[in-house]
């Protein structure tokens, strides 16, 4: 959590996990899910840094699972998620949307009981070498795991021309730089104030910066 002064503070027990949305090797999205972890470590959050082969499941055939259960990939998806305290998924677009593959994984791994992504915090994050910057892929995968029960984070980051912002382990831009890790702060701060204060899972928290408009902005009734 942030001192008075703005200063941000470890975050010693908050678990992590981070993965791509990517099955390519040379992938920018891969790029990017390891500096969120990278990032996140050095604040002293434990990650467990995936990869989207982890997760290999068949296409989804209800048929299959009735015969054969659910497949490794998702349950192993499952675990880590369960051992985990939020988590992060750096996603490419394609055509406009999110990849098939992702879909897939999100749609065996739900079939999954007490439901995996219920209640667990989560940061997306794209990279593509477009203007756009993958964002319209992310609007799409919001669907699936808010309506999963996912506390999918207001503040999306969306890397354009991420062939020419990225080199090595850092931004080529360092107000970019800047900009990705206040991102993750603001994030990693809302995670563990979660992880400590159940009470903020039964309500909306507006995000650090915002100010709160009209009540029927965002607002999440409980009994």
Not at 16 to 42: D, H, P, Q
Not at 70 to 87: H, K, T
Not at 98 to 107: F, T
């Amino acid at each position: 959590m942030p001192e008075p002064d703005g200063r941000n503070v470890a975050h010693p027990q908050l678990r992590l996990l981070v993965f791509s949305g990517s099955l390519r090797e040379a992938s920018l999205n891969t790029r990017l899910a390891r500096l969120a972890a990278t990032y996140a470590a050095k604040k002293g959050a434990t990650v467990d840094l995936a990869a989207l082969r982890d997760f290999d499941v068949p296409l989804f055939d209800a048929d299959a699972e009735a015969k054969v259960g659910i497949p490794r990939g998702a349950q192993e998806l499952a675990r880590r998620l369960s051992a985990s305290d939020a988590f992060v998924i750096s996603s490419p677009e394609y055509n406009a949307s999110m990849p098939g593959v992702l879909k897939n994984l999100i749609d065996w791994t739900s079939r999954l009981r007490p439901q995996p992504f219920h209640e667990k915090q989560a940061l997306l994050l794209s990279a593509s070498p477009s203007m756009v910057g993958g964002n319209r892929g992310l609007w799409a995968l919001r669907v699936p795991l808010e309506h999963l029960g996912a506390r999918v984070y207001p503040d999306m980051f969306s890397l354009a021309m991420a062939h020419q912002a990225l080199e090595g382990d850092r931004f080529v831009d360092p107000a970019l730089q800047q900009r990705f890790e206040k991102n993750l702060d603001a994030f990693l701060n809302l995670a563990e104030a979660t992880k400590h204060y159940p009470c903020i899972k039964k309500a909306w928290v507006e995000f650090l910066g915002e100010t709160p408009g009209l009540p029927e902005d965002r607002v999440e009734q409980t009994s």
